[in-house]
């Protein structure tokens, strides 16, 4: 009974917790760079109402996807734009871009609202992984192809940031801006690349409430998970993999909050995570936080060559 009680809510933690975690995945790359996204909200709800349309429009759910994924990236260069060629306040241009996400996103889905996708992305069993115990049904069994891809493009991009020359870079760029201007890369390019690609992720992300995990559109349908991205790419301490596991527990949260109701109040488990996200965004708003949490040195700073 606890082993169907551990995979049944490992299971349905994944499917919930997989949207969150390609947006994190894309602010740490983001954040890694040293640029701050606070409009992961914005591009992924963009992302969803772009990707439910193409989707509906032209009857194939891949589409939909690379809609979404084109959108996210499309906003994330804007905000890179903002943050990094006109050095405005990352935070205001991060909070704007939600902002103008959520009205765009409810203009876009109007006459979309309420309807059912007709031909969505259906769940599936891995196969080989499926059999595993405990792992295969907890991980592997009835979930959506991008929830097994989420896994997969995780321990691709922790390999890419600790183990490439190109992830270096980033992490260069992120610590000291002008020791990686020195050495001859980039800090524009740089960044662009990597809020561009936060964006294309944040979208994808989006993309699957809509074409997945519940195939329709509806207004504010991501319900803030935008936000507890941002906290989660802070608990992950910058770290893909880690942001797994952190999504994985923040979905186990929600997801026990029904299966536990009759031994504690489901409101206390579900307002939990929420909770370690207004915790983690003061903490990481603090200067000691930041340093205490191993932050990179410069998130959050504009970098012009010849200043420091």
Do not use: C
């Not at 991980?139 to 192809?145: N, R, V």
Request: proline share 5%; no cysteine.
């Amino acid at each position: 009974m606890e082993i169907e009680l551990l995979t049944g809510t490992t299971a349905r933690a994944l499917a919930f917790s997989t949207p969150l975690i390609w947006a994190a995945m894309g602010e740490i790359f983001a954040e890694r760079s040293g640029v701050v996204n606070l409009g992961v909200e914005g591009m992924m709800i963009l992302g969803a109402v772009t990707g439910f349309i193409a989707a509906q429009s032209s009857g194939d759910p891949w589409l939909g996807l690379l809609a979404a994924a084109m959108t996210g990236g499309v906003v994330g260069l804007f905000h890179a734009f903002a943050a990094v060629t006109l050095r405005a306040n990352q935070y205001v241009s991060g909070l704007a871009i939600t902002i103008f996400g959520l009205g765009l996103s409810g203009l876009l889905g109007r006459k979309w609202v309420g309807r059912p996708l007709f031909d969505s992305m259906e769940p599936f069993d891995l196969p080989l992984l499926s059999d595993i115990p405990i792992i295969g049904p907890a991980l592997f069994t009835d979930q959506h192809a991008l929830a097994y891809l989420a896994l997969l493009v995780s321990v691709l991009l922790w390999f890419v940031l600790h183990h490439t020359r190109a992830g270096l870079v980033i992490r260069t760029v992120g610590e000291s801006p002008a020791a990686a201007d020195t050495a001859g890369r980039s800090v524009t390019l740089t960044r662009y690349l990597s809020v561009g690609f936060g964006g294309v992720m944040a979208g994808i992300g989006g993309a699957y409430l809509s074409l997945a995990y519940r195939p329709s559109w509806g207004e504010g349908m991501t319900n803030g998970m935008g936000w507890i991205a941002l906290a989660l790419a802070i608990f992950a301490l910058w770290d893909p993999l880690r942001a797994v596991g952190a999504g994985l527990l923040f979905g186990a949260f929600f997801t026990l909050s029904f299966r536990l109701q009759d031994r504690f109040p489901p409101e206390l488990l579900t307002l939990l995570p929420y909770v370690f996200t207004i915790l983690a965004l003061i903490l990481t708003a603090l200067g000691r936080g930041k340093r205490a949490f191993g932050a990179p040195e410069a998130l959050g700073q504009a970098y012009s060559r010849g200043e420091r």
